[in-house]
């Protein structure tokens, strides 16, 4: 099954940035695509980015596109999320997770593998 367990959240400032890692341990996901998803206080989970297994694939949700980066390193088992330009809007917990599939896809329900979460609060 395999663990991931995503590090990097806490506060910052409206206008600052952010980067979230996320580790995966108890199995190699250089075969799996992978994705950061987010939940703001009183609303669903939502797609926010996603990378192939090779990494030359990505997407972005609309709400994210020109201000998050997706990246990983396979090599050490983990994916980045990098923020910048961050709004109050952006206040969520912050899901990596891993897919069953090795393209990049925004659909959840693609991925079978997810952390704990790491919460990231954008004060005004």
């Known amino acids: 099954q395999g663990h991931l367990v995503e590090s990097g959240g806490g506060s910052v400032q409206a206008g600052g940035s952010r980067r979230l890692s996320c580790q995966g341990s108890g199995r190699t996901f250089r075969s799996s695509a992978m994705a950061w998803f987010r939940q703001a206080p009183g609303k669903e989970r939502a797609f926010g980015a996603t990378?192939?297994?090779?990494?030359?694939?990505?997407y972005y949700a609309a709400s994210v596109k020109g201000r998050f980066t997706i990246s990983r390193d396979s090599a050490k088992n983990s994916v980045d999320l990098q923020m910048i330009s961050l709004t109050p809007v952006a206040t969520a917990v912050y899901y990596c997770a891993a897919a069953s599939t090795s393209s990049a896809t925004p659909y959840p329900g693609t991925y079978g593998c997810w952390g704990p979460g790491t919460p990231v609060t954008v004060s005004s």
């Open positions: 990378i192939s297994w090779s990494g030359s694939s990505t």
